[in-house]
């Protein structure tokens, strides 16, 4: 069975941890501060809520879907590798795991970048002056510009992922010590030959 040790040997275990932190930055920052509530501008001069991306409900309403289920799976993958480590877990487990994770990992390199590039995008159309006299102060255009970067750093993390994860579908995932059992002849290892009575003419 293997300890902890081998559990934080693991280099994606580092990449996770960074990630979640960059997913938690991406969709809190759009849940905090992605919606502005403007008076006076809707139907009949009632109040109505904007995304703060060139008013683009889709792109408030994608950001943080995306980074919410790349949290979510970041932590579930956490999980699974440590109990990985810790138990024994037959190789079938651990290369299914694997397989999961690369599969995962390569499909929220694309959703990544769809996100960095469609905020980015939303926010190049937006007038950020405006968005200041209306939000009342200048975390709001921050917050939209941390969540464009932080979309990005989400992006080459979950690349390194990717490699990481493929490179362990070629093995086990983790190295577990084996002990070697002791065999009949009270031995490690190899085969114990009989012992066998030397034969007349060798005795002479």
């Known amino acids: 069975m293997a300890d902890v040790s081998t559990f934080f040997q693991d280099p994606r275990v580092f990449v996770r941890s960074v990630a979640v932190f960059c997913s938690i930055i991406v969709f809190g920052c759009i849940a905090d501060r992605g919606w502005i509530t403007i008076r006076g501008f809707g139907p009949g001069g009632s109040t109505v809520t904007l995304c703060i991306y060139n008013g683009n ?10 980074g919410v289920i790349a ?3 970041l932590l579930a993958f956490l999980l699974l590798a440590f109990l990985l480590a810790m138990g024994n877990i037959r190789d079938t487990a651990r290369k299914s795991v694997n397989t999961i ?11 990544w970048f769809t996100c960095f ?19 009342g102060s200048t975390h709001s255009k ?27 579908t070629r093995g086990n995932g983790y190295e ?21 009575e030397p034969s007349t003419a060798e005795q002479y």
């Open 57 to 66: 409900a889709d792109a408030c309403r994608f950001g943080v879907a995306t």
């Open 71 to 73: 949290f979510l799976a």
């Open 101 to 111: 994770e690369f599969v995962f990992s390569g499909l929220w390199c694309i959703m």
């Open 117 to 135: 590039v469609f905020l980015a995008d939303q926010w190049r159309k937006t007038n950020s002056d405006t968005v200041d006299t209306v939000s």
């Open 142 to 168: 921050n917050n939209a510009r941390a969540a464009i970067a932080f979309s990005f750093f989400s992006l080459v993390l979950f690349i390194v992922l990717a490699l990481l994860s493929f490179r362990s």
């Open 176 to 196: 577990t010590y084996q002990p070697t059992e002791p065999d009949q002849a009270g031995g490690y290892g190899g085969s114990a030959e009989p012992y066998q």
